[in-house]
């Protein structure tokens, strides 16, 4: 009988030393933030807003957060992710092309000519993406998108770009989503490209998530009706774009919004704008050991005027060196 019970006994201590990882996430939904101005505010907002009876309650149908996916969920360097996506295209797809290795910029792409795609531009990196993504079903986009990620690595990492996301905006998700928000991304991103991935990644649904759209038409091909996407743009989601486009899916203006970049500020812009007690967030790449350190002078996700506008109005600065104990969720390190 003794036997029996010590051996209970440590079945039981075994099971809490299994468990306590668990527990200690059940008692704290943001592991990876330090204690520190932003964790607080964060907790405090989500507190205020949730207590009934408060002054500053929200309804749970009103409790609207916004995210930006580049740089604020995941990381963004060195090029954003998409337009990745879409230099492997080009590749992938040139030997249906033949004539791209004469013609620019799909000619620097196949050379890996850096500077002359560099020279080309916005308007070369716009004739590279409409390319490759348009002019094809809804469906078949998708699948190129999820066939990528398969098998596609970041160049300094070598992870998929899917484990390249953020653990401590994963909690974030989380805890404020078991508070009964609902959480959106409003991107400068293609939307459809974010769609093939952000549920499984996040647990952010299709149908919420906003971003960058071109035209599609209805069409019925060999007795099957396709979305087929066409090789002009319907809206840029980004700067003034956000909110436009907040304003025309979501319909309710949100009550919280994070982002990291000058294209977001109108989105935070807006979003402080309304009555009642708001939260806005910028993500501040800081780390140049973890991550990486940019801001004002950046190509990519600059921070310049959106972080001015932070200090001036007390709106939440996220200083990833200092706040963010784990950036990655495959990080062994932590601070």
């Not at 797809?93 to 850096?114: C, G, I, R, T, Y």
């Not at 002359?116 to 070369?124: I, P, R, Y």
């Amino acid at each position: 009988m003794h036997a029996i019970q010590k051996a209970r006994s440590s079945s039981r201590w075994l099971l809490l030393i299994l468990l306590w990882p668990l527990l200690l996430q059940a008692s704290d939904p943001l592991p990876s933030w330090q204690d520190g101005p932003s964790r607080t505010a964060i907790m405090e907002f989500v507190q205020a807003v949730t207590a009934e009876g408060s002054k500053d309650y929200v309804l749970p149908a009103d409790r609207i957060a916004v995210f930006d996916n580049d740089g604020t969920l995941w990381s963004e360097q060195p090029m954003y992710f998409q337009l990745l996506f879409a230099l492997e295209e080009v590749k992938r797809l040139s030997p249906q092309h033949p004539e791209w290795k004469d013609q620019q910029p799909f000619k620097a792409v196949l050379e890996n000519d850096q500077k002359t795609l560099s020279d080309s531009g916005m308007e070369g990196l716009m004739t590279i993406v409409g390319a490759t993504h348009t002019q094809i079903s809804t469906e078949a986009f998708l699948a190129n998108v999820r066939a990528w990620l398969a098998k596609a690595v970041h160049p300094k990492t070598h992870r998929p770009y899917t484990e390249m996301i953020y653990q401590p905006m994963l909690e974030l998700l989380d805890y404020l989503r078991s508070n009964d928000f609902k959480t959106y991304i409003v991107s400068g991103g293609e939307v459809e490209f974010m769609r093939a991935w952000t549920e499984e990644v996040y647990g952010v649904p299709p149908e919420k998530v906003i971003g960058t759209t071109f035209i599609a038409e209805y069409q019925y091909n060999d007795g099957k009706p396709v979305i087929m996407r066409m090789p002009k743009l319907a809206h840029n989601d980004d700067g003034p774009g956000k909110p436009v486009s907040i304003a025309a899916i979501i319909g309710r203006r949100p009550i919280m919004a994070f982002g990291n970049s000058d294209g977001d500020q109108q989105m935070l812009q807006w979003t402080a704008a309304g009555e009642g007690k708001r939260f806005m967030g910028l993500v501040h790449h800081t780390d140049a050991q973890r991550e990486w350190a940019y801001d004002r002078t950046s190509a990519i996700g600059k921070l310049d005027k959106a972080l001015d506008e932070a200090k001036a109005q007390n709106w939440a600065v996220v200083d990833m060196a200092k706040e963010w104990r784990r950036i990655y969720p495959f990080d062994t390190t932590v601070k």
